[in-house]
T-cell receptor
Framework: RKEVEQDPGPFNVPEGATVAFNCTYSNSASQSFFWYRQDCRKEPKLLMSVYSSGNEDGRFTAQLNRASQYISLLIRDSKLSDSATYLCVVDQTGANNLFFGTGTRLTVIP | DGGITQSPKYLFRKEGQNVTLSCEQNLNHDAMYWYRQDPGQGLRLIYYSQIVNDFQKGDIAEGYSVSREKKESFPLTVTSAQKNPTAFYLC?????????????????FGAGTRLSVL
């Protein structure tokens, strides 16, 4: 079983729509969680960390469900510039590296 | 500007040739990483280094080698033993926030090197 699993999509949504991605992780010892954004043929960039109580950054909301071992990312009022691949990333205490999901591709359509 | 610089942006390897990808950071980060990304796949860890003069194999180290002689630099050599080297190579460095090694491991990436075989 993969450490981190995501629906690859693609998700094609109209401008202004709300879209949500989920990601599951296999190791219950995982401690830190992140969403990264990767544009086509570019490097991943940190979008936001995910905190236990859930957190929001503008139109983006991240939530963590430890009992079910999944994290989510909600994007409200989608913009064309939100089109990208969103990577779910998990850090385990004691591990020396992060575990990356394969990414969920989002295309926002005019 | 602080950041991670990878060079070259594009690289072509001939059969049987070793090539070296450069990664330099001026963020004063202790840890550095090399990943490989293939189309439609996630990032796979090749090697990582937590401190100067020390490095560890990741999930797909075969056919690759690294060195960490300076904190700022973590070059990756793709050897002739790597039979399928065509990929997007990403270097990252990280800072672990918090204390006692239990804080968040935030990784920052360079712009990547695209390696192709001639």
């Amino acid at each position: 079983r993969k450490e981190v699993e995501q629906d690859p999509g693609p998700f094609n949504v109209p401008e202004g729509a709300t879209v949500a991605f989920n990601c599951t992780y296999s190791n219950s010892a995982s401690q830190s969680f992140f969403w990264y954004r990767q544009d086509c043929r570019k490097e991943p960039k940190l979008l936001m960390s995910v905190y236990s109580s859930g957190n929001e950054d503008g139109r983006f909301t991240a939530q963590l469900n430890r009992a079910s071992q999944y994290i989510s990312l909600l994007i409200r009022d989608s913009k064309l510039s939100d089109s990208a691949t969103y990577l779910c990333v998990v850090d385990q205490t004691g591990a020396n590296n992060l575990f990356f999901g394969t990414g969920t591709r989002l295309t926002v359509i005019p | 500007d602080g950041g991670i610089t990878q060079s070259p942006k594009y690289l072509f390897r001939k059969e049987g040739q070793n090539v070296t990808l450069s990664c330099e950071q001026n963020l004063n980060h202790d840890a550095m990483y090399w990943y490989r990304q293939d189309p439609g796949q996630g990032l796979r860890l090749i090697y990582y280094s937590q401190i100067v003069n020390d490095f560890q194999k990741g999930d797909i180290a075969e056919g690759y080698s690294v060195s960490r002689e300076k904190k700022e630099s973590f070059p990756l050599t793709v050897t002739s033993a790597q039979k399928n080297p065509t990929a997007f190579y990403l270097c990252a460095s990280s800072i672990r926030l918090g204390t006692s090694g239990r804080g968040r491991n935030i990784q920052y990436f360079g712009a990547g090197t695209r390696l192709s075989v001639l």
